[in-house]
């Protein structure tokens, strides 16, 4: 287990955590909190406990609170209602912080918590970064079985995803009744992952799904609630040129992505696994930004013309633009996008990365291999030559 090289922090006061099942939340809190009090809502007899009396926190706490401080409730979404008496709680007894993990917002908003008033600030737990994982990173691992705690510390990576993904299908999806036909959401599944770094089309979706249109919007949006994917929007801050509206498609994880991508004789590996790499640059960027003390704003940039850089980021402290390549050589062609962007945004950081070993700077980009680049991404710190 890596659990010491986590960057993950948590803020002096109450907060939420939000972040997909295994991403290593409940095993951080046991690591980090040894005198918090833990009610876990996966355990099936205090989740029936608490659902038939969600007043039964209160007793709890007033019976705790001379020797805990520190109260965790472990996948909150599973009983909204229990909010109510957290929010009362924080209001009444100053001295005590509560921590609230979940792995879906969907229930939550579907009962139209508020999140305790702002009272409570949100936090987000990803899968690993390459730099927490050190010396044993390894790209290609993590192209294929992908950053998830839970899959990366697994003897057999491939059963473990497999599993991993049918655990979300069954305990997520249909025991909470999120979609009438299980069959149907999983063949959305495999067909949503072509889209995986493109640009989202739902109608085409649909059509090979052999679903209606709003059903695939559904589907998306639970997948996003579930924080099993994610939209990119188009950067269009002062745009000089004419750009594309769609937002891009991505899965959390690459490796949840390979896994679901189906494969066959017609299908290029080299396409897939460019597809993968992308989006694991993607999920280094987002927890990035999220363990940073000043999160920044992720985009793609895309022209009507089709340039097209991969990720813009944008802050008060940042302004990059990165294009991700799946080769070991650079091309004039591979910098065309970066050259454009920064011909409009000229105090545009613009970066290059790509499969090869050495580090260069061509044309005034600086060209970083893959590998290099993310174990020097650290919070606070965007790796520059």
Same mark, same amino acid.
């Given at each position: ?12 006061? =109450? ?10 939340? =409940? ?21 029936? *406990? ?11 706490? %007033?019976?705790?609170?001379?020797? @805990?401080?520190?109260?965790?409730? /472990?996948?909150?979404?599973? #009983?909204?209602?229990?909010? /109510?008496?957290?929010?009362?709680? &924080? ?34 737990? @990803? ?21 998830? +705690? ?7 990576? #491939? ?6 993904? =049918? $655990?979300?299908?069954?305990? *997520? ?22 889209? @995986?770094?493109?640009? %989202? ?21 639970? %997948?996003?609630?579930? $924080? ?17 509206? @769609? +937002? ?11 896994? $679901? ?7 290029? +590996?080299?396409?897939?696994? !460019? ?30 013309? !089709? ?29 065309? !996008? ?13 970066? %290059? ?7 260069? &700077?061509? /044309? ?22």
């Amino acid at each position: 287990m890596h659990l010491k090289n986590r960057f993950f922090t948590l803020p002096e006061d =109450s907060c939420f955590i939000f972040g997909p099942r295994g991403t290593g939340k =409940s095993t951080w809190i046991k690591e980090n909190l040894h005198n918090a009090f833990i009610i876990n809502l996966l355990d099936e007899a205090t989740y029936l *406990e608490y659902l038939s009396n969600p007043n039964l926190l209160k007793e709890v706490v %007033l019976g705790n609170r001379k020797k @805990h401080k520190i109260y965790v409730i /472990d996948e909150i979404q599973k #009983i909204p209602q229990i909010l /109510d008496n957290v929010h009362d709680l &924080i209001e009444n007894y100053k001295d005590l912080r509560f921590i609230l993990t979940g792995s879906s917002a969907r229930k939550l908003k579907r009962a139209g918590v508020n999140l305790l008033a702002g009272r409570a600030v949100l936090k987000k737990m @990803h899968p690993f970064m390459a730099a927490e994982l050190g010396k044993s990173f390894n790209l290609e691992n993590a192209l294929q079985f992908g950053m998830v +705690p839970l899959i990366v510390d697994a003897k057999n990576e #491939i059963e473990k995803i497999a599993a991993y993904i =049918s $655990l979300y299908i069954k305990e *997520e999806v249909q025991s909470e009744g999120l979609v009438r036909n299980v069959g149907d959401f999983a063949r959305f599944l495999e067909v949503v992952s072509f889209s @995986h770094g493109s640009m %989202l089309n739902s109608a085409n979706i649909a059509r090979e799904c052999g679903v209606s249109r709003k059903i695939v919007e559904n589907y998306i949006s639970i %997948l996003i609630d579930l $924080l099993l994917a994610s939209l990119l929007p188009v950067f269009s801050k002062k745009a000089q040129r004419e750009i594309v509206s @769609h +937002p891009k498609f991505y899965y959390f994880d690459s490796g949840v992505y390979y896994k $679901l991508r189906p494969k066959g004789p017609l299908d290029n +590996p080299a396409e897939i696994a !460019g597809m993968a790499l992308e989006g694991l640059i993607l999920q280094h960027l987002r927890a990035w930004s999220d363990y940073s003390q000043d999160p920044v704003e992720l985009y793609y940039w895309r022209t009507k013309a !089709g340039v097209e850089v991969d990720f813009i980021i944008y802050s008060e402290n940042y302004f990059a633009c990165i294009e991700v390549k799946n080769s070991a050589k650079i091309s004039n062609g591979d910098l065309k !996008g970066l050259k454009t962007f920064i011909l409009d945004y000229p105090n545009a950081l613009p970066i %290059l990365l790509y499969r090869g070993k050495d580090k260069l &700077i061509k /044309d005034g980009i600086q060209c970083w291999p893959v590998e290099n680049f993310l174990l020097e991404l650290l919070p606070n710190i965007l790796p520059t030559l």
